[in-house]
Every structure is written in C-alpha cells, then in structure tokens.
C-alpha cells in the first residue's frame, strides 16, 4: 500500500523561509508526476506547483518567484522549497503523487494528510 508522509509545515512570520517534503512509502511503484496543493479556510483546494516525471514543473501565478517544486526520484521524495512567504499563503498543504502500482492497473492520484502551514504578518 502506497502511502504520503508529509512534514515541514509550521509557523512562520512573513518573509520567512518554509520547506516541505512528502514521501511516498512503500515498494514495487511508479511514480509519474507529484505536486503540492494548498487549501485555506473557506476556499477551494488549488494547486500550488507539480513536478512532472520528465522535470516539467508549473505553478500557480502567485507564487512563481518564490516556491521551487524538487524531486528526489532514489527516495520517491519531492519538496516544496517555500521563500518570501506572505499571509495569503497560509493554508494546508498537500502533497499529490500520480502513481502506478502495477503494470496491470491505470494509475491513480494519492494524497497526503495534509501539512498546515501559517504565515504571520
């Protein structure tokens, strides 16, 4: 069973340095792209930025500049290198991986539990 663990949220003030990593657990997997999303209160989840397997990366507008999307492929581990972080970055965090367990079955997105991630003015 393919699982998400996720750390690194936390308390940060504005203009501060953040970085989250999320594993994925388990063995006998392919992973194709992986991403961070993010949902504060009241709002819909978005996507943040995505890693794709062949180095492709895309973020959202408001944070290009600031946050870096990395992958480490040997330890199925991307990051989110989060920099200049404001108030509206607030939210819970969320790592998303695009995987195939098996040659025999489509592949399907997995989450992880969710990181919380504040930024005080």
């Known amino acids: 069973q393919v699982q998400l663990v996720e750390s690194g949220g936390g308390l940060v003030q504005a203009g501060g340095s953040l970085r989250l990593s999320c594993a994925a657990s388990g063995s006998g997997f392919s992973i194709n792209a992986m991403g961070w999303y993010r949902q504060a209160p009241g709002k819909q989840r978005e996507l943040v930025a995505v890693?794709?397997?062949?180095?492709?990366?895309n973020y959202v507008d408001s944070v290009k500049g600031r946050f870096t999307i990395s992958r480490d492929n040997a330890k199925n581990t991307v990051y989110l290198q989060m920099n200049s972080l404001k108030p509206e970055d607030t939210a819970v965090y969320y790592c998303?991986?695009?995987?195939?367990?098996?040659?025999?079955?489509?592949?399907?997105?997995?989450w992880g539990q969710g990181t919380q991630v504040t930024v005080s003015s």
């Open positions: 998303n991986a695009n995987i195939r367990i098996s040659i025999l079955l489509p592949s399907k997105d997995y």
């Open positions: 890693l794709t397997s062949g180095g492709s990366t």
